[in-house]
């Protein structure tokens, strides 16, 4: 009886620190869509908050890769490390992972597919998609994510 008392605490405590974590690290945004039309550019605003998707090519951010973070374009909340971004010839950029609790994930029936959404953890804003297509020797990910829902800033290393 004793055992189980002392695991329990245990996972019981471990779950609440887990929990507070979590908290700190994603303090949700919420704003109403006039306050999103007023920070955001209308392509921003169409692809972050109505769920729109960038044209394919080779403009934006797709051949970038300098070293730096890329910030949510609505927020600010860091989403991915230039280490883990890599060139899929998708059209859009693409990454093989994120920052840990920077991005959630949401089933997307939409187009008559399934698919994984990916969305800013603390603004809810779109980002893409996550396939299952990536780099083997890493995660085996692939962040697909429109340039207009990020900004890069570079690292001055």
């Not at 955001?40 to 300098?66: A, C, M």
């Not at 600010?76 to 950029?93: I, M, R």
Request: charged share 25%.
């Amino acid at each position: 009886m004793k055992k189980i008392f002392i695991l329990t605490f245990f996972l019981t405590s471990n779950f609440s620190l887990i929990a507070q974590e979590n908290t700190k690290m994603n303090k949700k945004l919420n704003k109403t869509d006039t306050e999103w039309k007023e920070i955001l550019s209308p392509q921003q605003y169409h692809i972050l908050r109505e769920k729109g998707t960038d044209r394919p090519g080779d403009f934006g951010y797709t051949n970038t890769f300098d070293k730096g973070t890329y910030f949510c374009a609505a927020c600010n909340a860091q989403l991915f490390d230039s280490d883990t971004k890599y060139e899929s010839h998708c059209g859009w950029p693409s990454f093989d992972d994120a920052i840990k609790g920077a991005i959630h994930f949401n089933s997307d029936i939409t187009l008559g597919m399934v698919r994984t959404e990916i969305t800013c953890a603390t603004c809810e804003g779109h980002l893409g998609h996550i396939f299952d297509d990536g780099p083997k020797e890493t995660t085996g990910k692939r962040y697909c994510v429109n340039t207009t829902s990020i900004k890069f800033v570079k690292s001055n290393n």
